[in-house]
């Protein structure tokens, strides 16, 4: 089992400029969510998808959206970047309920993007 | 909104000796808490996972309790060694997970 992979692992862009980053889940899960961690500190929640459509959001904007697809893979996109979109992007997964699973979340390695 | 607040921020002891951390949360509506380990750079990996009704859950040299009520757990880490260097992270799951800053921790050989 590969575990919760991202792609790509750095990515450098300039303001203004739209990415789109990827998630590969755990095998067996399907509940695919995204957290942004800034430099120092505690990863904030993105928003979750399960079941292809997106659950629950956190305090982000519309600049950020996502995708999950039938595999249960997932994009998250961000237009209209600024500087302090310049952060490590980690995608975790969890088995079927999300909302209130009781098992482990598993964290991907991260995307780290630098914004210029 | 969930707050998660972390102490001590930083943490420095010698090898072997016991860690102590600290966490703390202000709505008690949980269905579990996680504590996460994190290396410079990396991602996070999952040490201990506390069901809302459990008190407390071990693994090897690792135990955490969690006290709902009054918004606290505490990981407890026995016989610190150099390779324990790491930041610290708990999460509490309220639907989805909210984080505090961590704790850095550094154990001198």
């Known amino acids: 089992d590969a575990g919760v992979t991202q792609s790509p692992t750095h990515l450098i862009k300039t303001r203004g400029q739209q990415v789109t980053l990827r998630c590969s889940p755990k095998?067996?899960?399907?509940?695919v969510s995204w957290y942004q961690q800034a430099l120092g500190q505690g990863p904030q929640f993105i928003f979750q998808y399960y079941e292809e459509e997106e659950r629950q959001r956190g305090n982000f904007p519309d600049r950020f959206s996502g995708h999950q697809f039938p595999n249960y893979s997932s994009e998250l996109n961000v237009n209209a970047l600024l500087l302090g979109d310049s952060a490590l992007y980690l995608c975790a997964s969890s088995p079927s309920g999300g909302v209130s699973v009781v098992g482990t979340q598993y964290f991907g390695p991260g995307t780290r993007l630098l914004v210029l | 909104k969930q707050e998660v607040t972390q102490i001590p921020a930083a943490l420095s002891v010698p090898e072997g000796e016991n860690l102590v951390l600290n966490c703390s949360f202000t709505?008690?509506?949980?269905?579990?808490l996680q504590w996460f380990r994190q290396d410079p750079g990396k991602g996070l990996t999952s040490l201990l996972l506390?069901?809302?009704?459990?008190r407390e859950q071990t693994s090897g040299r690792l135990n955490a309790s969690l006290d709902k009520s009054s918004g606290r757990s505490t990981l407890y880490i026995a016989a610190s060694q150099p390779g324990d260097s790491a930041t610290y992270l708990c999460?509490?799951?309220?639907?989805?997970?909210?984080f505090g800053a961590g704790t850095t921790v550094t154990v001198r050989a």
């Open positions: 999460a509490v799951n309220d639907y989805k997970l909210s």
């Open positions: 506390i069901q809302s009704s459990q």
């Open positions: 095998s067996g899960h399907d509940t």
């Open positions: 709505d008690s509506a949980i269905y579990n």
